[in-house]
């Protein structure tokens, strides 16, 4: 089975830019996470898709992040404009059942 | 806030050895608990976990114990190999099984094994 797949792998932005992440994850597994993880922490939530619909986006800043999930399937991760404590790794996760979540390579974000 | 703490940010352990992190949580109202394992440039792995209900939980070379009265949770692996050396975050749920929940983590525990 195909793991949870994750794009870019990297990326280099200056401030107030903005950039996008996207996620396809393990089939059939009907939710998505996105998680922050900034150098030294542990993975931090941010937003929770239960097919469609949002579930938890309690912690995402939602004046300059935004996500969304057509279809059930993949989602995308933007920030606009992008500040310098953004700088972080994003990781996406899926789950079928259960809080077993299965996660990518992550995208490492650099910002300047 | 942390809900969930990892106190040693390393350690260090000879091959061969058993190694034992550990991990305490504030929160109440979490009932499931992992261990996720954590190369570089990868995303985290899932390791072993345990319900609320159960104290013990071994799957090979690991085993992780539940304390719910101290708040408590440590992974032992025994015997620790080069290829364990990873950093190793707790996490915890507040919903098991039927639905989804987000997980919380602690800040992880860098595992160097030692030859």
């Known amino acids: 089975e195909a793991g949870v797949a994750q794009s870019p792998r990297y990326k280099i932005i200056e401030k107030r830019q903005s950039v996008a992440f996207w996620c396809n994850p393990i089939?059939?597994?009907?939710?998505l996470y996105w998680y922050q993880q900034i150098l030294g922490q542990g993975p931090k939530l941010l937003i929770q898709f239960q097919n469609n619909g949002v579930v938890d986006d309690s912690q995402l800043p939602k004046d300059r992040f935004s996500a969304e999930r057509l279809k059930g399937v993949d989602s995308t991760l933007k920030i606009q404009p992008a500040k310098l404590e953004d700088s972080a790794v994003y990781l996406c996760a899926s789950s079928s059942t259960g809080p077993f979540e299965y996660f990518g390579p992550g995208t490492r974000l650099t910002v300047t | 806030d942390q809900q969930v703490k990892q106190n040693s940010p390393s350690l260090s352990v000879q091959e061969g050895r058993i190694s034992i992190l550990n991990c305490d949580y504030t929160n109440s109202m979490f009932d499931y608990f992992l261990w996720y394992k954590k190369y570089p440039a990868e995303g985290p792995t899932f390791l072993i976990s345990i319900s609320s209900i159960k104290d013990k939980n071994e799957d090979g070379r690991f085993t992780v114990f539940l304390n719910k009265s101290a708040k408590h949770l440590s992974l032992h692996i025994v015997p620790s190999q080069p290829g364990d050396s990873a950093v190793y975050f707790c996490?915890?749920?507040?919903?098991?099984?039927?639905?989804?929940?987000?997980?919380?983590f602690g800040k992880g525990t860098h595992l160097i094994i030692q030859p």
């Open positions: 089939s059939g597994h009907a939710t």
């Open positions: 996490a915890a749920s507040a919903k098991s099984g039927g639905g989804a929940d987000g997980l919380t």
